[in-house]
Structures are given as structure tokens and as C-alpha cells.
């Protein structure tokens, strides 16, 4: 299994991005994508997953501006960003899990595979 995660870049405070995370190797649909994210001097946390294409859960730092989609067919997720505040600044990691159940899938621990990650940088 690989993941392969794109978009990242340099934006001003309000902006928007799209965050992609190209998957192989694995059933794509049946299995729950998450977006987890680590700033500078800060433990990786939870943005952002899509259990088994059934529903969507956010970190409430994110929510109303942050969606999680995903095209099973292109077996891609994404992560679109709106309103980015320069407290997003991070490395976005997507990450994919084979047997996450449905009160774990904020949980890191969760996912046993992972993409390399791309910058996000806001600036205000």
C-alpha cells in the first residue's frame, strides 16, 4: 500500500488549498482515510477522516472550514482547506487504515499506512 499526498504550498490568511492523497494497493473504498497534521513544535494531531465512504469526522479546529472527499473510482482523498488561518501551518500526513472501527478514527494509532506528507504554510 502507498500514499502519495500533493498540494500543499505557501497561501495568505483566507485563502484556500486542495490537499490530494493518491492510494494503491488497497481496496480504496471499503477503507477509512484520515488527514492528520503536525506543526513545528507540536505532536501530530487529527484533521480530518473518512470511514469506509459512510461519514466524515473533523477536528473542531477545522470544522465548517475543512471537508474530506474522496473519488473512489480515481482512488484519491482530498482535503479541501478553506479560510486558512496561519494557525494551520503544518505537515499534512494522509494516512489509510484497513480495520478502523468507527470510535478510532481519530486516533493515529489507527491508520497503518501513511503518506510522506506536504507543507502548508499561512501566513497572516
Known amino acids: 500500500v502507498q500514499l502519495q499526498a500533493s498540494g500543499g504550498g505557501s497561501v495568505q490568511a483566507g485563502d484556500s488549498l486542495r490537499l490530494s492523497c493518491a492510494i494503491s494497493?488497497?481496496?480504496?473504498?471499503?477503507?477509512?482515510v484520515g488527514w492528520f497534521r503536525r506543526a513545528p513544535g507540536k505532536e501530530r494531531e487529527f484533521v480530518a477522516a473518512s470511514f469506509r465512504s459512510t461519514s466524515t469526522h473533523y477536528a473542531d479546529s477545522v470544522k465548517g472550514r475543512f471537508t474530506i472527499s474522496r473519488d473512489n473510482a480515481k482512488n484519491t482523498a482530498f482535503l479541501h482547506m478553506n479560510s486558512l488561518k496561519p494557525d494551520d501551518t503544518a505537515v499534512y500526513y494522509c494516512?489509510?487504515?484497513?480495520?478502523?472501527?468507527?470510535?478510532?478514527?481519530?486516533?493515529?494509532?489507527?491508520?497503518?499506512?501513511w503518506g510522506q506528507g506536504t507543507q502548508v504554510t499561512v501566513s497572516s
Open positions: 494497493g488497497m481496496a480504496f473504498s471499503r477503507y477509512t
Open positions: 494516512a489509510g487504515s484497513t480495520g478502523a472501527i468507527l470510535s478510532t478514527v481519530r486516533r493515529s494509532t489507527t491508520y497503518g499506512y
